[in-house]
């Protein structure tokens, strides 16, 4: 389910190497901030321009409004071995609950995890710090797309605070909400004292990045930033209806946050052992068979839902959709009717434009519940010659465990089309090295390329199949290449499944050195 462009990820590479190696990496470059939406406090200020999101142009919250509106909001800070810590927000939902982003603390052990609860500054002597005793990230969490970006934290003691109160119906464009945290300032420097601002619900230029489990919210110069992921946006009545997820630099932007209404279920489950039972049930699986396709052809789209938390009524319908502002098409149920409580339906689709797509298929029971969408890449290619040509370096930035790494990526890379063929011809070598510590990191060769997209004449990217080398190791890998020639940048993505990034440049790096070449077809 991964949707370009992709979002900031964690990395993962084989564990014998450990923190010596890609295991440790963020990707840093990039200007959309996600991963990192916690605020390091011992990372140079050239690392600080990372992460997801702050509080710009806001105001401080005063004692009065923190106690009347705000008394849930505590910081929470994730330390690594050696004492640096991050920072995130999150909100009181029971006495030893909280809830904030799941992208804030994946893969962190609960012990190096503390909130700071009890006052809107969590520098106070006041302000009282709880241990962290358990991590409930959210089970269909992807770090690429954040869909599902929520994490419920126990303490091991009460918090001592009235708590949020999850809402009664999910935002609408329009709708103005306030969200805080305890990020970074319109300064550039960190604020331990809670601060928050309005904001405004609706569509962006981004909705291309938001998932069936965000919305977007923003504001004229103000937003959030690094630091207050995780933090709370807060309705009308004063409901938590969003956790933030991420944001762009410069901050101000806008930011997407996670729809807490839309993950209710999940959240009441976890906490209280309750299911929400007006909240529908996901869609079980789904599946695109192809989903690399010539332009104009046809695929099977397969997907299954089950009705377990409404009764155990009845699947009433099944829909697939191609991309945001699509069609909806009603999916036929293998068995003949939707009449039982799991139902397994199909439909076929066929993609008429070139370029990455996405594939959402919701269901709906009897009762008229509708789930969140599961949805699926799908990429449509059009084999008509060109070619792309790449040689040259670029550099990134990244951190883990609180210490700043730069990387320099080496490029060489072919790719076109022979006449009559449906794969691309080409070859693709990548080469990183620790910028400053003359060590090479890993090397990547390709075996084969399985699609080139031209998305203009000055612009295309192409994904394929290698072998990466890192020490001893040789790991099977896919690789995507975005280029542009225009502007002589790359972005490039390297996975062994899907859900997760092994190696990742998110953000258009420019070439230091060498070129980019993108030749369509002659008439494209």
Known sequence: MH?????????AGPSAHGRASVRRRFALAAVLLAVIG?????????????????????STVSVADFSTTWPFVVGLRMYD????????????????????????????????????????????????????????????????????DVALLELNDDANVTPARLPDADVVAGETVRAAGFGVTESGSTSDE??????????????????????????????????????????????????????????????GHTSVFRLRQWISESIWGVPDREAPESVGFLTVNPDVVVVGATTLVT????????????????????????????????????DTARETATAVLTVSTIGSHTVCVPATDAAGNTN????????????????????????????????????????????????????????TTLRVSEVGARRRVFTLESTSHSYLIFSGPDAAEYQGEGIVKIGESSL??????????????????????????????????????GKVVVKPAAGR
């Open 3 to 11: 949707i370009t462009p992709t979002r900031l990820g964690r990395t």
């Open 38 to 58: 916690c605020q390091d406090q011992q990372l140079p200020t050239a690392a600080e321009p990372v992460g997801p999101s702050r509080i710009i142009n806001g």
């Open 81 to 148: 071995e050696i004492g640096n810590y991050g920072t995130c927000t999150a909100s009181v939902l029971a006495q030893r609950w909280v809830v904030t982003a799941a992208h804030c603390v994946i893969g962190l052990p609960a012990s190096r995890a503390f909130v700071l609860v009890g006052d809107r500054d969590i520098s106070s002597s006041a302000s009282r710090t709880i241990a962290v005793t358990r991590i409930l990230s959210h089970p269909r969490f992807n770090m690429n797309t954040l869909v599902n």
């Open 194 to 255: 809670l601060r928050a601002t309005s904001l405004t619900v609706g569509g962006s230029d981004f909705s291309l990045l938001l998932t069936a489990t965000h919305f977007w919210a923003s504001a004229p110069q103000s937003g959030t930033c690094q630091g207050d992921s995780g933090g709370p946006a807060i309705n009308a009545a004063g409901d938590i209806v969003g956790l933030t997820s991420f944001g762009f630099i410069p901050c101000g932007i806008g930011s």
């Open 303 to 338: 997907a299954s839902a089950t009705d377990e938390n409404t009764g155990n009524s009845v699947v009433a319908r099944l829909e697939a959709r191609l991309d945001e502002g699509g069609s909806w098409m009603n999916m036929t149920p293998q068995d003949g009717a939707f």
């Open 372 to 427: 969140l969408p599961e949805c699926h890449e799908l990429v449509a290619y059009e084999p008509r010659g060109g070619i792309i040509a790449g040689n040259g370096k670029v550099r990134t930035s990244y951190v883990y465990d609180g210490i700043r790494y730069d990387d320099e990526v080496e490029l060489h890379f072919t790719a076109d089309y022979r006449p009559g063929a449906t794969v691309p011809s080409g070859k």
């Open 476 to 513: 099977p890998m896919k690789f995507r290449i975005w280029i542009s020639a225009i502007d002589q940048t790359v972005r490039l993505r390297l996975w062994q499944t899907p859900e997760y990034a092994w190696y990742e440049v998110v953000s258009p790096a420019p070439m230091l050195s």
